[in-house]
């Protein structure tokens, strides 16, 4: 989610050898945390239990940076950028990664950018050094932009004959508006014939700076051994002074309703509205909130919409964590005769939650559920270096893990029917499908 909040496969990931695995929520708390003297921010955690070892470079870089007119240019940048270096050609790295043991990826998000690869543990330093020099020293050869521009492209006119990824870009424009987070990240057909190469190394050179980056290594690794090869790699990157970040104006809630006429054999409905950003207070009550009306198959949207009323193939909640506003969406895949009633349906559960309080044992299971997939999303080092760099380039406190865990638990009936009167007040819509 993604790390995107595009859930149905809706990934932008531009891959070398394997996908980019976005993930979920919690850094661990043994983690230690070096600032190199250039701002470059180094995170290792010893873990001996695999012999394995993950890399996450993360860059605050994305489509949060991005307008109508270079959207998609972070994920543009990295399809470059993983082409080759000034050392080796793209294949040439794949397969030696592959040498190694592992993999390893390149992509633009919402709130950063970056590279992560995975090795067995006793290949560290090849994989720490093939990370820096995709990161440090890229050929962004000329040639390559226009190949992959046709590539970025080929896989735009994918996502939009794709019903369902067609209708979460559709719903995301449509609640956010002006806001940055209306762009797709892959970009727009007309944004993608604009950016040549000139703005491609432009584009590397603004983000790629130290003081925004932050390197994550969680495996069976020494700290002392990783943060002296790190200090030799990324030490010699001059300092730059921080750059204030423009504000970016919040997104106003329109409460718009889109219907999209396009051939498929079902019809998406997605209703949703403006939700907290990762930062605030109301994260966790809406995580819950979320969890109860989409949370797996215990979720209402599920029980009743396809298990009671049988009007929908797929019933689900989404909402990740980002910078800026997030988004709550509740979503349908449904037969399109059925397509009105189940709109109303979903409405109903949507009234329904924020009429009447939800019961204790309801509350408990969803608290269950969502804390249950949290710790299972912490077991593998590639999910947790994932996790240590995306808490850093975010910018919440350290201990966000823990302090987001006590939040949860301590979620009411009432915290939730609030948030669903504020967050689910005012609803965009998206119905897409045959006319």
């Known amino acids: 989610m993604s790390v995107r909040r595009r859930a149905v496969a809706l990934v932008l990931a531009v891959v070398l050898a394997a996908p980019w695995l976005a993930g979920a929520q919690t850094p661990p708390d043994d983690a230690v945390l070096t600032r190199l003297d250039n701002g470059l921010t180094v995170i290792v955690r010893e873990n001996r239990v695999a012999p394995v070892v993950a890399i996450a470079l993360l860059v605050r870089m994305g489509s949060r940076w991005e307008t109508a007119d270079n959207a998609g240019i972070s994920n543009f940048t990295h399809a470059v950028m993983v082409k080759g270096t000034t050392k080796r050609s793209g294949g040439e790295i794949a397969d030696f990664v592959a040498g190694l043991g592992g993999k390893i990826s390149a992509a633009g998000e919402v709130d950063y950018s970056g590279i992560q690869g995975t090795a067995l543990a006793r290949f560290w330093r090849e994989l720490l050094d093939v990370t820096a020099e995709l990161a440090l020293s890229p050929a962004l050869a000329a040639g390559e932009v226009d190949r992959e521009r046709d590539w970025l492209l080929s896989r735009l006119q994918r996502r939009r004959d794709n019903a369902p990824a067609r209708a979460f870009d559709e719903f995301y424009a449509t609640l956010y508006g002006g806001h940055p987070y209306a762009l797709p990240n892959l970009g727009t057909r007309e944004a993608l014939a604009r950016i040549d190469h000139a703005a491609i190394v432009r584009w590397y050179r603004a983000f790629y700076r130290p003081d925004r980056m932050t390197l994550a290594v969680s495996g069976q690794v020494s700290r002392a051994e990783v943060l002296a090869e790190a200090r030799r790699l990324f030490g010699g990157l001059p300092a730059a002074a921080p750059r204030p970040e423009p504000p970016i104006a919040p997104p106003q809630a329109s409460g718009r309703r889109l219907v999209v006429e396009q051939p498929a054999q079902q ?10 950003s990762l930062d605030q207070p109301d ?7 979320s969890t109860i009306l989409g949370g797996g198959m215990a979720g209402r949207l599920f029980a009743e919409l396809r298990d009671k009323s049988a009007l929908a193939y797929t019933a689900a909640s989404y909402y990740d964590p980002v910078h ?3 988004a709550l969406v509740l979503y349908l895949g449904t037969a399109p005769e059925n397509a009105a009633r189940a709109e109303q349906a979903l409405l109903a559960e949507v009234r329904k939650i924020r009429d009447v309080a939800v019961s204790d044992e309801e509350l408990a299971r969803a608290k269950g559920y969502l804390l249950g997939r949290y710790a299972m999303d912490r077991r593998t080092n590639e ?6 760099a995306f808490y850093e380039v975010e910018g919440v406190s350290r201990d966000y893990p823990e302090r987001y865990r006590r939040q949860v638990e301590a979620v009411t009936a009432a915290d939730v029917q609030r948030a669903a009167r504020t967050y689910l007040g005012t609803l965009s819509s998206v119905v897409l499908g045959p006319r």
């Not at 994260?283 to 909130?289: S, T």
């Not at 999910?383 to 240590?388: G, H, P």
Request: zero cysteines; proline letters at 8%; hydrophobic letters at 55%.
């Open 324 to 326: 800026e506003p997030g």
């Open 383 to 388: 999910r947790l270096a994932w996790y240590l």
């Open 283 to 289: 994260h966790a009550v809406v995580k819950v909130l």
């Open 267 to 276: 019809t998406q409905i997605l209703v949703g509205g403006l939700a907290p």
